[in-house]
């Protein structure tokens, strides 16, 4: 039977390559909810191709124009805006499925109604996890739905993982480490004195994938490396020193886990988003992606390094959150989304990126995190001390 999916962010880069890989299998997928931010035109070509049951908008003039725009075309699709609205595309839409590909903060809400609610979750947005990684967690395990991660590398891992691992994290079943590569993003070997120049274009070029703008500028920084480590902690299980970080250039192992053998299983694959989506939509079978076979012959080698901390202060900023546990990974990842749009949309120099995170890190107390209210107040005064400090720059 068709599986029902709802898509929060269908019209970003992981929306549209969710739609892409959900159009080649129209006998598998039936998309009943579309969302997106701001982005009307697109949403509304994506309602006419898949006719969701519910579309929602942040703002209610944009989806005003959308309603219209859908009611001269025939179409029965309901309009809603706003945060609740993302909400009741997870609950009233009767998805099976959600792909959580929402950008940042706003994602959290609505991810985690299908987290409780028992769905398959397949979750792109990290900063969810980062900034509430115990309660959705909990939700996921209250809600009893299954987990699918789609960021690439954390998608390779559950590949390389044992079958049983993800119903009992806490047998090690011979695991030891993971290790999450990283391509060192556009800046990997650009004059540390030059990083000063650096524009928001520069930065959203990245060498080997194509993404939205604040995941791009956090991979120039490498604070997509470190979010993504917090974001392998809460998803795996596994105590903080056996998560590591693999600089690998050419993006073709995703990433790896390390067994007590001597093994280490990898997965590989183009640098194509399509392939995590088709795994985790069709899992535990497999689908066509649309993908092209990776051709070994014609990669001329694969080379591996340690990261430069120096080069990457984002990096250590993320590690020395994610150990001080509690609320620093939701001040780090606030200070972070705040500085990053400063950068894309403010003037905000490239190098006080990670003086911003650190400035609001080190001025924020961190306490437990043990519920939404704390994790959404602890999230509001870091944004406020964040834009208070680069007024004050
Ligand atoms: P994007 O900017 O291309 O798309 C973001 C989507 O969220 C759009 O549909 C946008 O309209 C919507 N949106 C943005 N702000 C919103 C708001 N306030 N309220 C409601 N909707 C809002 O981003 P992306 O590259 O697709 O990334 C999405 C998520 O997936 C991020 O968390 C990112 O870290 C993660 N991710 C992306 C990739 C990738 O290759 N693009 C890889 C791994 C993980
Ligand atoms: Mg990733």
């Given at each position: 039977?068709?599986?029902?999916?709802?898509?929060?962010?269908?019209?970003?880069?992981?929306?549209v390559?969710?739609?892409?890989?959900?159009?080649?299998?129209?006998?598998?997928?039936t998309?009943?909810?579309?969302?997106?931010?701001?982005?009307?035109?697109?949403?509304?070509?994506?309602?006419?191709?898949?006719?969701?049951?519910?579309?929602?908008?942040?703002?209610?003039?944009?989806?005003?124009?959308l309603?219209s725009?859908?009611?001269?075309?025939?179409?029965q699709?309901?309009?809603?805006?706003?945060?609740?609205?993302?909400?009741?595309?997870?609950?009233?839409s009767?998805?099976d499925?959600?792909?959580?590909?929402?950008?940042?903060?706003?994602?959290?809400?609505?991810?985690?109604?299908?987290?409780?609610?028992g769905?398959?979750?397949?979750?792109?947005?990290?900063?969810?996890?980062?900034?509430?990684?115990?309660l959705?967690?909990?939700?996921?395990?209250a809600?009893?739905?299954?987990?699918?991660?789609?960021?690439?590398?954390?998608?390779?891992?559950f590949?390389?993982?044992?079958?049983?691992?993800?119903?009992?994290?806490q047998?090690?079943?011979g695991?030891?480490?993971?290790w999450?590569?990283a391509?060192g993003?556009?800046?990997?070997?650009?004059?540390?004195?030059?990083?000063?120049?650096?524009?928001?274009?520069?930065?959203?070029?990245?060498?080997?994938?194509?993404?939205?703008?604040?995941?791009?500028?956090?991979?120039?920084t490498?604070?997509?490396?470190?979010?993504?480590?917090?974001?392998?902690f809460?998803?795996f299980?596994?105590p903080?020193?056996?998560i590591?970080?693999?600089?690998?250039p050419?993006s073709?192992?995703?990433?790896?886990?390390?067994?007590?053998d001597?093994?280490?299983?990898a997965?590989?694959?183009?640098?194509?988003?399509?392939?995590?989506i088709?795994?985790?939509?069709?899992?535990?079978?497999?689908?066509d992606?649309?993908?092209?076979?990776?051709?070994?012959?014609?990669?001329?080698?694969?080379?591996?390094?340690?990261?430069?901390?120096?080069?990457?202060?984002?990096?250590?900023?993320?590690?020395a959150?994610?150990?001080?546990?509690?609320?620093a990974?939701?001040?780090?990842?606030?200070?972070?989304?705040?500085?990053?749009?400063?950068?894309?949309?403010?003037?905000?120099?490239?190098?006080?990126?990670?003086q911003v995170?650190?400035?609001?890190?080190?001025?924020?107390?961190?306490?437990?995190?043990?519920?939404?209210?704390?994790t959404l107040s602890?999230?509001?005064q870091?944004r406020?001390?964040?834009?208070e400090?680069?007024?004050?720059?």
């Amino acid at each position: 039977m068709s599986k029902r999916l709802a898509i929060l962010g269908s019209t970003g880069s992981i929306g549209v390559n969710t739609l892409d890989v959900v159009r080649a299998h129209p006998d598998r997928y039936t998309v009943v909810a579309l969302t997106a931010g701001k982005q009307v035109d697109r949403l509304a070509e994506q309602c006419i191709e898949f006719k969701p049951a519910i579309a929602v908008l942040s703002e209610s003039a944009d989806a005003a124009q959308l309603e219209s725009f859908l009611r001269a075309r025939g179409s029965q699709t309901q309009v809603l805006y706003g945060p609740d609205a993302l909400v009741t595309a997870v609950t009233e839409s009767g998805c099976d499925m959600v792909m959580a590909a929402i950008v940042g903060a706003a994602g959290l809400m609505p991810a985690l109604a299908a987290a409780k609610s028992g769905k398959r979750v397949l979750l792109a947005n990290k900063e969810a996890l980062v900034m509430s990684g115990a309660l959705f967690m909990q939700a996921m395990k209250a809600g009893g739905g299954e987990l699918l991660p789609i960021d690439s590398e954390h998608n390779a891992i559950f590949q390389c993982l044992p079958n049983q691992f993800a119903k009992s994290p806490q047998a090690s079943l011979g695991v030891e480490e993971l290790w999450l590569t990283a391509s060192g993003g556009p800046f990997r070997n650009t004059p540390i004195d030059q990083l000063d120049q650096i524009t928001p274009e520069q930065a959203c070029a990245h060498p080997n994938w194509v993404m939205g703008r604040k995941i791009s500028v956090d991979s120039a920084t490498m604070m997509n490396k470190g979010l993504e480590v917090i974001e392998a902690f809460w998803l795996f299980g596994l105590p903080l020193e056996k998560i590591k970080v693999l600089i690998h250039p050419q993006s073709v192992i995703h990433s790896m886990v390390r067994y007590r053998d001597g093994s280490v299983l990898a997965q590989l694959g183009q640098p194509d988003m399509r392939t995590p989506i088709a795994y985790g939509l069709a899992w535990p079978d497999r689908i066509d992606a649309g993908v092209a076979p990776l051709n070994l012959t014609q990669l001329a080698h694969l080379s591996f390094a340690e990261p430069d901390l120096e080069r990457f202060p984002c990096l250590s900023l993320a590690f020395a959150a994610a150990k001080a546990g509690g609320t620093a990974p939701t001040v780090l990842n606030a200070a972070n989304e705040i500085a990053v749009a400063a950068f894309l949309d403010a003037g905000l120099p490239y190098l006080k990126i990670p003086q911003v995170v650190e400035e609001v890190l080190s001025a924020m107390a961190v306490v437990g995190a043990d519920s939404l209210e704390t994790t959404l107040s602890v999230d509001a005064q870091a944004r406020k001390a964040a834009q208070e400090y680069i007024h004050s720059l």
